[in-house]
């Protein structure tokens, strides 16, 4: 993606958390999320319009519960959604990663970085 159209392409999607160089993340995994799905993009599995009206419906889902803390947390939970709905990923492999994931971080000392175990 070009700069120019990925400044583009950035602005288009909703509360954005962002400085003056580009996106901010609080924490490793919210920049993961952020880079599977331009990955995704670019390899043409999708639109960025269909991705930003995808995350704007989780947006809007939670406007009521959020305090614009939980963004990176919609923002996966779009990115579920949409490569569910692409066949990208079936529902039980997603729901089994989800639970192994769950099950390293509770396994994880608290400042350490979550590692999944090679399957």
Same mark, same amino acid.
């Given at each position: 993606?070009?700069?120019?159209?990925?400044? !583009?392409?950035?602005?288009?999607?909703?509360?954005?958390? *962002?400085?003056?160089?580009?996106?901010? &993340?609080?924490?490793?995994?919210? +920049?993961?999320?952020?880079?599977?799905?331009?990955?995704?993009?670019?390899?043409?599995? &999708?639109?960025?319009?269909?991705?930003?009206? *995808?995350?704007?419906?989780?947006?809007?889902?939670?406007?009521? *519960?959020?305090?614009?803390?939980?963004?990176?947390?919609?923002?996966?939970?779009?990115?579920?959604?949409?490569?569910?709905?692409?066949?990208?990923?079936?529902?039980?492999?997603? !729901?089994?990663?989800?639970?192994?994931?769950?099950? +390293?971080?509770?396994?994880?000392?608290?400042?350490?970085?979550?590692?999944?175990?090679? *399957?």
């Amino acid at each position: 993606m070009s700069a120019a159209r990925n400044a !583009a392409d950035l602005a288009a999607l909703p509360a954005l958390p *962002r400085d003056d160089e580009g996106p901010v &993340f609080r924490a490793p995994w919210e +920049a993961q999320a952020f880079g599977m799905t331009l990955a995704l993009y670019e390899r043409g599995l &999708f639109t960025w319009k269909e991705w930003a009206e *995808r995350l704007s419906v989780e947006i809007a889902g939670a406007r009521e *519960r959020d305090d614009g803390s939980r963004y990176y947390e919609l923002w996966l939970a779009a990115l579920e959604k949409l490569v569910g709905d692409l066949g990208l990923v079936l529902g039980p492999e997603l !729901a089994r990663r989800s639970d192994e994931w769950a099950q +390293a971080a509770a396994e994880t000392p608290h400042g350490q970085p979550i590692e999944l175990k090679k *399957r």
